[in-house]
């Protein structure tokens, strides 16, 4: 996040200390992502959504951001396309999955702003890697690590992006999928989901992943945990992306919706039974 300037009239009663302070809290944010291993690749699943936060919802944002991160029939990563502003869903076609270079795909919930700043460090460094013109490229494994080290060497600052990324790749036939939250807790798994998903999407993966997947169940899969977001995480919406990487290279779907279905009983009265709720 970036320096907040502001300047106080000569009479204010603040003083100095306050003309000048960092940015706490997010303000354009989207919210889970959802990936695993096929066996041809990685998979990737976001929605398209953005989401406003002002500074009296900073807090509990937090909470819930910690707490989480056309049909295509192919191999693919999904991302969840929106953006809000405060409670608002400020934007609807908010793209969090971008390719990296030869071989990664990357995936972000959180600031919007941080994101796109954590691509522009990106792209200086695969320019960087370009140059060498060696015949070799950056694999999935190097902009895993790259990214942890530089979460962590802003949370270290005391100026954090406020992202938890999902980076996938292929390279020499090997897949790679790994995490990385906004204070650089990292680590690599056969899926791995963002904010609400690593909650309510993660269990339903446990459960059905398979290390020989195809390309249509894990679609399918990924489906189902975007389904079940989309009923449980507020911040969802129902316009998502999916992704795939192999040794042939990044596609990103077009958005699409899911098929839902809103009459279960448990949806008309949520607060049946629920003793001590509102």
């Given amino acids: 996040m970036q320096f907040m300037a502001s300047k106080q009239p000569e009479n204010s009663l603040l003083g100095p200390e306050s003309d000048s302070q960092r940015t706490l809290y997010p303000y354009v944010t989207g919210t889970s992502v959802v990936a695993l291993k096929y066996k041809d690749g990685i998979l990737m699943a976001a929605d398209m959504g953005a989401f406003g936060f002002h500074s009296r919802s900073s807090s509990l944002f937090f909470s819930c951001f910690v707490l989480e991160v056309c049909c295509f029939k192919r191999p693919g990563v999904a991302s969840k396309l929106k953006c809000s502003y405060g409670s608002t869903l400020r934007y609807k076609s908010v793209e969090r999955m971008k390719p990296i270079g030869k071989h990664s795909l990357l995936g972000a919930s ?51 992006l406020w992202n938890s990324l999902v980076l996938g790749g292929v390279k020499n036939g090997q897949k790679y999928l790994g995490t990385v939250s906004m ?28 290390e020989n997947l195809s390309f249509e169940d894990g679609v399918r899969l990924l489906e189902k945990c975007m389904r079940v977001l989309l009923y449980r995480d507020r911040s969802a919406v129902n316009k998502l992306q999916i992704a795939k990487i192999t040794e042939d290279g990044v596609t990103i779907s077009q958005p699409y919706s899911l098929k839902t279905y809103w009459e279960f009983s448990a949806f008309e009265n949520p607060a049946q039974g629920a003793i001590g709720s509102w």
């Fill in 110 to 160: 959180g600031e919007i702003s941080d994101f796109q700043e954590i691509l522009r460090y990106l792209d200086e460094l695969i320019l960087y890697d370009n140059m060498w013109d060696d015949g070799n490229s950056l694999g999935p494994k190097e902009v895993h690590n790259y990214l942890t080290r530089v979460m962590y060497n802003r949370r270290n600052k005391f100026n954090p």
């Fill in 183 to 210: 204070i650089g807790v990292n680590f690599e798994d056969n899926h791995v989901a963002t904010g609400f998903g690593n909650h309510l999407a993660r269990p339903i993966l446990r459960q059905e992943w398979h």
